[in-house]
């Protein structure tokens, strides 16, 4: 074997260390670091300092309040993008004020294409879907 297949060799096995080693991140990075753009976890959620829904999702995933069209792009709390909560129609972004981070298992984005395929025309800006925790759970 010649020098420089031993080097070469020795960086690669270097590499292939340093990519199987762990991070030490922490699960609250490890959250940012994995996240998913259409989903906030409840670990994302434990980690969050905000009061309501509404101001971790403008926090975290501000993009989903965007109000698309109408000449603006726009955040507010007003809008009109609905908001399910555990797979039923409740209402828009408003409601995400009334909640508290610790009621929510998971939110969920559907983009403005899923939602019309399965909503209907009228979420043109998409939806919001929330899971609240079970009676009792955590």
């Not at 990075?29 to 996240?35: H, P, S, V």
């Not at 039923?88 to 508290?100: A, D, F, P, Q, V």
Request: glycine share 8%; charged share 25%.
């Amino acid at each position: 074997m010649t020098r420089h297949s031993v080097v070469f060799l020795a960086l690669a096995l270097s590499l292939a260390s340093a990519a199987c080693s762990s991070t030490g991140s922490t699960p609250g990075e490890r959250a940012r670091i994995n996240r998913n753009s259409n989903l906030i976890t409840e670990a994302e959620l434990a980690d969050v300092t905000q009061q309501n829904v509404f101001d971790v999702v403008r926090r975290l995933r501000p993009t989903w309040l965007r109000i698309r069209g109408r000449g603006t792009v726009s955040i507010d709390r007003e809008s009109t993008i609905p908001v399910y909560l555990d797979g039923i129609l409740r209402g828009s972004t408003r409601l995400l004020g009334r909640l508290r981070p610790s009621e929510v298992r998971e939110i969920r984005y559907v983009d403005p294409n899923d939602a019309a395929i399965r909503y209907g025309s009228t979420h043109r800006d998409g939806a919001i879907m929330v899971t609240l925790k079970q009676f009792g759970e955590g």
